[in-house]
């Protein structure tokens, strides 16, 4: 059965999420990236969004503008979520953001915001930006333009947008972190059998 989120968020909603659970998003969907980070946390800038019991996704987004002012999505693909690792914990705390999308793993603070605060992260798959424009029914609103069309906040409202994998859950555990344990684990026997076949080689 597809696990649907919808946005205002609830505690409730993701509670019983654990880490490589699929889930979709529907509702409203926040762009925010590097800068937006930087200016909330170390500039005191306050968001011109309200995200609380909302998502955001670190995401560079192409955007045309029509000739009536209205916007399109032509794609949206995820950036690397571990750049905002510094100021993830602290913007969790700061905005009550109760779900952050992106591309790859976050590490111990951002694990440790979701559990002092009840939020997830969540990994969109990369190569997908054009399928994922097409689950944006519309951009509402573009907020701090100046920063140029890939660090803009557009506030997108999304149906069924995914598959988002659970990479942290409000429990604090994080998939990549546990995988990584996992890996270096059978690492040793496994180069140990490779070397046993290669070690011919000069």
Not at 6 to 19: H, R, S, W
Not at 72 to 90: C, L, N, Y
Not at 92 to 118: D, P, W
Request: glycine share 10%; charged share 30%; net charge negative.
């Amino acid at each position: 059965m597809k696990k649907i989120l919808t946005t205002p968020i609830t505690d409730e909603a993701l509670a019983d999420l654990n880490v490589g659970d699929i889930v979709y998003l529907t509702g409203h969907l926040v762009t925010c990236r590097d800068v937006a980070h930087r200016r909330l946390i170390e500039l005191k800038q306050q968001l011109p969004v309200d995200v609380r019991g909302g998502a955001i996704f670190h995401a560079g987004p192409i955007v045309r503008e029509k000739d009536d002012g209205s916007f399109e999505m032509v794609s949206i693909g995820p950036t690397t979520s571990m750049r905002m690792e510094k100021f993830e914990r602290q913007f969790i705390e700061e905005t009550g953001v109760k779900m952050i999308i992106g591309k790859g793993g976050m590490g111990e603070e951002t694990a440790a915001g979701c559990l002092e605060n009840n939020a997830v992260h969540a990994v969109f798959p990369g190569g997908c930006a054009v399928v994922a424009a097409t689950k944006v029914e519309a951009i509402e609103a573009a907020e701090w333009r100046d920063l140029g069309m890939p660090e803009t906040l557009w506030v997108n409202r999304v149906k069924e947008f995914g598959p988002l994998i659970i990479s942290i859950d409000t429990k604090g555990n994080n998939i990549f972190e546990e995988n990584k344990k996992t890996f270096n684990e059978r690492k040793g026997a496994i180069l140990e059998r490779i070397h046993e076949k290669v070690k011919f080689i000069k």
